[in-house]
């Protein structure tokens, strides 16, 4: 799909290790947003950092191959969705990552703007701040 | 870059509830507004109303044009429509979190 980011990332760990980094919510917490999730279907997560809240819920949970969930930036509707695909690889694993939908970004412009809440702005100024550190480096 | 939209000022000019209420209004409400028609809406003077009507301008999400007398203003909300940005935006962010995560395992 051409509206479907691919990245694929080799990690010298255990497949078990990146599984419990990627679906614990203490150690997801750590290095990717401040967490509540659990790694069972059907449960809505929220990952928050004191600007930007995403919330989804938890699709598929093959452990410790893969993870999706949909993927919702607090204040818009647009659902997106994500997935972890992990393969072990001798001692080493193999993190394949996709999040698809974006394309339906497009379409939501006018829901952006029916929901004026404190979420949406403290998102877009987040992405704001994000843009000009990508711009000035 | 020719054509670039600058995401910068799309996104400051986005950020104020005022200036989202102008183009919704826009953009939803009715095709095109004069000045006069948006200033009335808001309680705030005609000229920080202008002064908004500007900024969205400038960030090319808002036209005016002048009709005999008046000018009316539309919204160009397809400038809100930069699916490539999100891509962008997105394969970065993810980029920069696996990283952290390599980071993460390798310090734990």
């Not at chain 1, 204040?75 to 993190?95: A, F, H, K, N, R």
């Amino acid at each position: 799909m051409e509206n479907t980011i691919t990245l694929n990332k080799k990690f010298n760990h255990p497949i078990e290790k990146v599984w419990e980094a990627i679906s614990d919510q203490e150690k997801i917490s750590e290095w990717f947003l401040k967490a509540d999730f659990k790694a069972e279907v059907g449960y809505n997560y929220t990952f928050q950092d004191p600007k930007c809240t995403v919330t989804g819920e938890v699709k598929e949970v093959s452990k410790p191959n893969q993870l999706d969930y949909t993927w919702i930036v607090g204040g818009t509707t647009t659902e997106t969705s994500v997935s972890w695909i992990l393969t072990q690889d001798g001692d080493t694993t193999v993190l394949d990552l996709k999040h698809w939908g974006i394309e339906n970004y497009a379409d939501a412009a006018p829901n952006f703007f029916a929901s004026f809440n404190e979420g949406w702005n403290k998102c877009f100024a987040s992405l704001d701040e994000y843009l000009s550190s990508i711009h000035a480096q | 870059m020719p054509n670039k939209p600058d995401l910068d000022k799309l996104f400051k000019a986005i950020a104020d509830p005022t200036r989202r209420e102008i183009i919704y209004l826009l953009a939803i409400v009715s095709a095109s507004l004069t000045i006069n028609e948006i200033s009335d809406k808001f309680p705030a003077s005609r000229q920080a109303i202008t002064k908004h009507i500007k900024i969205l301008q400038d960030a090319d999400l808002l036209k005016i044009e002048k009709k005999g007398r008046e000018s009316y203003c539309y919204a160009k909300a397809e400038s809100l429509r930069h699916v490539q940005d999100w891509m962008n935006l997105y394969q970065k962010f993810w980029t920069s979190k696996l990283d952290d995560l390599e980071s993460f395992l390798d310090s734990n």
